[in-house]
């Protein structure tokens, strides 16, 4: 906590266009099929692994220069020259149960807020920095260095928890439901009361966590029933339904080699 201190294109039958590659244009897209959203899974944790080796290798270097490295690029309320420190204070902390205490939620809220799309991560990663970094320049008192990962932790797990109602995908909703039942305790620490803890930072990370899961939410458009030329709503034909999104398609065939991997992601919702 921060201290005061290659998816294939699928052909509709009958109709022999290729409209898989369409979802690649749309703006906030995540993955739409299951190589890709494995790929995407296998790049955040390699993203979340590497993450955490530069924040335990800054820890060695903090460390054996006695915190220093905490004291010079920390955050200090109303100081101008720290104002960097935004962006460099996450990766800092003040001691060895400091770091301990904040990997593990790091690295598992992290995950989850990346595997549906690494690049939207890294801008809900960098949002996230500067709403909990600006919380503590503008409203911290007292004049001490804040430094530390937790709002980052609170940004990841606001965003987590709704995701899926801005998205409208059910198996983010219930993981967020998971997660807000599992760690609503989190929220202790985001007002005030917890001795030595900056609670702006938290509530600052969160409040950017919760902005990110509108600003980087899935804009995908929804099918919508097509209508008869006289204007009222009728049965979509066959050019319609050529523009009705990859959900509506017809599942892969029964002899393609990740059939039975299809199905079952689509029974989760994941497809």
Do not use: C
Not at 17 to 33: K, L, M, N, Q, S
Not at 73 to 94: E, K, N, Q
């Amino acid at each position: 906590m921060p201290r005061v201190h290659r998816v294939r294109n699928r052909i509709r039958r009958g109709g022999g266009a290729a409209v898989g590659g369409a979802d690649r244009g749309r703006t906030g897209a995540g993955p739409v099929g299951p190589e890709e959203m494995i790929a995407e899974a296998r790049k955040a944790f390699f993203v979340m692994f590497g993450f955490l080796a530069v924040v335990w290798l800054a820890q060695l270097a903090n460390f054996a220069d006695h915190y220093a490295l905490s004291r010079e690029y920390g955050v200090v309320s109303g100081d101008l020259g720290t104002l960097p420190g935004i962006l460099t204070a996450p990766f800092l902390h003040w001691s060895w149960a400091h770091i301990e205490s904040n990997s593990g939620p790091l690295f598992v809220f992290g995950f989850l807020a990346a595997y549906r799309g690494v690049v939207r991560f890294l801008g809900l990663s960098l949002l996230v920095a500067v709403t909990s970094g600006l919380a503590v320049w503008f409203l911290e008192r007292g004049g001490a260095e804040t430094v530390g990962a937790s709002g980052l932790i609170f940004g990841y797990f606001g965003y987590v928890v709704v995701r899926g109602l801005f998205d409208r995908h059910l198996i983010d909703t219930l993981i967020g439901v998971v997660m807000a039942a599992s760690f609503a305790y989190l929220l202790t620490v985001a007002v005030p009361g917890t001795p030595g803890v900056s609670w702006l930072a938290h509530l600052g990370g969160l409040v950017g966590g919760l902005a990110g899961a509108w600003l980087f939410r899935d804009r995908r458009p929804r099918g919508r029933p097509a209508r008869r030329p006289d204007g009222a709503p009728g049965v979509p034909d066959a050019p319609a339904r050529a523009e009705l999104p990859a959900r509506a398609e017809l599942p892969a065939r029964a002899d393609h080699p990740r059939a039975d991997l299809h199905k079952e992601l689509g029974d989760l919702g994941l497809l």
